[in-house]
């Protein structure tokens, strides 16, 4: 099984990563975890990917070859998304882009969107419900990779995981609880993103006056369609 862990940068991605990883640890599944860093990367990791290995694949661009891929019953795609405003800041912030080039970038991420949704099987994910409604979020997300979490078991993963966001240096050491063995290259070492810590509504804050008056504007379609507070 694949997991397609994908969507809008700066949208929940990192924390799906660190859930997918410990529902999987939790079955004492051995799975490799692959974060490619550029689109010929992700197309070659495509290319000679394993459907009968277990692999998370953590990616933003949805390419043409993630698109066929996406239509094998093997694959299990997830798709996330975020108030634009929201990621037009922290694009900022993560990234030190420039305003204009943090709202071009949320732009063309958007416009994927609509490539994504028709992808068979795919569970939509808004950030929203990562911040505010993890574990019956958990909960589903193990379904659609066929395991009936226990409910306690759904909370410990949450809990640990809400953990990480406030001590992100453990999430990069790669070790895992289960004495699950975790591949990502050939040495079979791991690198994990850090998972940052949720926050909605950031751009009230983050963003100067003219620059929230600018991103409302330019936003108020996709504000308006996801059911955003102007």
């Known amino acids: ?24 640890e939790s079955q004492n599944y ?25 692999m998370i694949l953590k990616f933003d661009l949805l390419t043409e070859e993630a698109i066929q891929a996406a239509q094998q019953d093997a694959v299990r795609p997830f798709y996330h998304y975020r108030d634009p405003r ?26 994927e969107i609509h490539h994504a949704l028709p992808l068979p099987g795919i569970m939509v994910i808004p950030y929203e419900h990562i911040a505010e409604n993890a574990d019956a979020l958990i909960f589903q997300m193990a379904t659609q990779l066929g395991i009936l979490l226990k409910l306690d078991a759904v ?8 953990e990480l966001a406030t001590q992100p240096a453990a ?19 791991t690198e994990t993103s850090v998972v940052q810590p949720l926050r909605i509504g950031k ?6 006056q003219s620059e929230q008056a ?17």
């Not at 994908?6 to 990883?21: E, L, M, R």
């Not at 999430?171 to 070492?189: F, P």
């Open 155 to 162: 909370s410990r993963i949450a809990e640990e995981v809400r």
């Open 30 to 54: 051995t799975f490799q975890v692959e974060e490619p860093t550029s689109i010929e990367d992700l197309n070659q990791i495509i290319g000679t990917m394993n459907v009968h290995e277990r």
């Open 214 to 230: 600018m991103v409302n504007r330019f936003f108020k379609p996709l504000v308006t369609q996801f059911g955003y507070a102007e």
């Open 86 to 111: 929201d990621v037009v800041c922290t694009s900022m912030e993560l990234q030190q882009a420039s305003f204009s080039d943090a709202v071009e970038a949320t732009v063309s991420a958007y416009q």
């Open 171 to 189: 999430l990069a050491t790669g070790e895992t609880t289960t004495g699950a063995s975790v591949r990502i290259d050939q040495e079979h070492t």
């Open 203 to 208: 751009w009230r804050d983050d963003l100067s």
């Open 1 to 24: 099984m694949i997991i397609f862990n994908f969507g809008i940068p700066n949208s929940g991605t990192d924390w799906s990563q660190a859930v997918f990883k410990k529902i999987w």
